[in-house]
């Protein structure tokens, strides 16, 4: 800059100089004057002419490149988009590292969230930590707390039988709370559901709890939601159709600003089959005429509640009997 | 540009205009010769100044946008390095719009990649269409052919009974064949299976066949493959070990080079079950020496052979007792 404006004083003193100080004489055929002006005037004041438009040229160039990056910083980092906090919690099991790998695919492509894993488990483990450290998301947490030793599931129940991640989603919302000036939008995000990106445009937009369809919730197709203007005008369900919010987990996002108004809002192990979301809406004082609709009106589908079946290692004894063992792997399967 | 140029000659007028047609006399107090030469000076003369320096500017920010846009846009597209085809063969069910989802969320983070979804349809579906039009994938092609109805599987059989997505991966060997300038890496990618982006990185390097580790295949963990220097030495299997090359259709890559040179090579239905592999590789003369071990000599897992369960259904015909229908969706499930 400073280049720019000493050569721009120079530029300005050469068209006003003197004229027995003027570099080149009367007027001549343009040709031999464009030769001339570059190979017989002095130095001084060919750079003189040329250093200034140089200057102004770089000057251009430097910021046409540091607008250009500024906007693509913003629009992958969205400095101004609020923050979605998405909240998984996890467990081991053998396709973990799989589900945690998928889910981590999808949250890369969206920008301006915070991940938000809450493992359950006595100590942070190095499989969710390798994993969700080099995923491509750029901003998490990892937390873990261990499930109660009498809420687990036993072997002899089905997988419903038992309330999932109560304790672990319960952590993260302490997490949250802990910053009282922390804002943004609360989503709780299981690690084998399938999730379009556009979903997160909808849930950034949550200004107090809103809400849309998730597919292969309560048995159906889809859990229907009649919705009008924004608004929820009822509900099209077959499971349980008394649940004051017949809504999956992955059905609603959450402002901070109310988590933070009702410190005491959690879930609960000792609450009936499909009644976790209500519980959780009901005690943060959600009644359903406060219910953003999302998502076109309820009307497009942009979560599923995908389940992955168990791998099959119905062959790992058959490789033992052969008296054959795996060839390590670094890190984890 | 032009306007630029013009602007120049201007200038170059100016610095050599005769003495009477000068735009400022004799040299005065630099303070009073700005003054002037902003205010006083004729219109004519401050345009001729001013012009270049802001052509020239001008010039430069357009220049500095368009080589950082070349620039973002280079590593995002990927120009110089060779081109993926991921060829997915999918067939209609309820969780097919969640798979493609999901496969693409992946797929959309790996840079010079061109997706080849075959449908198993007779015509190609809208859903298929909207979900991988719409879902972030820049470069794909839509191809679709109906499996033979005696070669579909029955609703007595067990899912692994029939070969899957043998007509439809052999159309997109066709249609990869069709310019026998093309060149890239062809990468089988089922819509189920999980994948690492940084899988991909290892696919591009494929000069003829390369080989890796896949997680949950064969009844095991992983299928385990003993490499060393990029070689590979042997297998570590339990499901029929005499398959003359143990792998699963997600653990190997073959250079587009050698399915030009090999036109006959495909797969087929009439092969014992687990030797699909081994059939195509064979065919397209691949001996186990050619092989080049990937994944760190095959010691880190990449890809994961998982499953999605079927949704649960089940409340379908009790939504249907209680006279009630779902509202409808835009789009697809």
Chains 1, 2 share one sequence.
């Not at 919010?245 to 000792?270: C, S, T, V, W």
Request: charged share 20%.
């Amino acid at each position: 800059l400073i280049c720019c404006i000493y050569a721009y004083l120079l530029h300005l003193n050469v068209a006003i100089m003197p004229p027995n100080s003027r570099c080149i004489g009367d007027r001549k055929s343009f040709k031999r004057i464009v030769w001339q002006y570059f190979w017989r005037t002095h130095q001084y004041c060919r750079l003189a002419v040329l250093l200034p438009l140089i200057c102004a040229f770089v000057l251009g160039l430097t910021f046409g490149i540091w607008i250009c990056q500024l906007d693509s910083r913003a629009a992958s980092n969205g400095n101004i988009l609020p923050t979605i906090y998405v909240v998984t919690a996890t467990y081991k099991r053998p396709e973990q590292r799989a589900e945690l790998t998928r889910l981590c695919n999808t949250l890369a492509r969206v920008p301006a969230i915070h991940w938000l894993v809450v493992e359950d488990a006595d100590s942070p483990s190095s499989l969710v930590a390798d994993t969700i450290g080099n995923c491509g998301v750029l901003s998490y947490t990892h937390l873990y707390v261990a499930t109660p030793e009498d809420e687990k599931l036993k072997s002899t129940e089905p997988y419903w039988w038992r309330p999932e991640g109560v304790r672990q989603r319960n952590l993260a919302f302490e997490w949250l709370r802990n910053d009282p000036s922390r804002t943004g939008v609360m989503y709780i995000a299981d690690d084998d559901n399938t999730y379009d990106v556009r979903l997160f445009d909808e849930i950034r937009a949550t200004r107090r709890v809103s809400v849309w369809p998730v597919a292969f919730a309560g048995g159906l197709l889809y859990e229907g939601i009649r919705c009008a203007h924004g608004r929820v005008l009822g509900w099209i369900v077959a499971f349980k159709p008394h649940r004051q919010f017949p809504l999956d987990m992955a059905g609603f996002a959450i402002n901070l600003q109310l988590l933070h108004e009702r410190p005491a809002a959690k879930l609960a192990y000792k609450v009936e089959r499909g009644f976790q979301e209500s519980l959780l809406l009901t005690s943060l004082g959600v009644r359903q005429s406060d219910l953003e609709a999302r998502a076109n009106d309820c009307s497009r589908i942009l979560v599923w509640h995908t389940r992955t079946a168990p791998p099959k290692l119905n062959n790992v004894a058959l490789l033992a009997e052969r008296g054959l063992t795996l060839p390590p792997v670094i890190g984890h399967v």
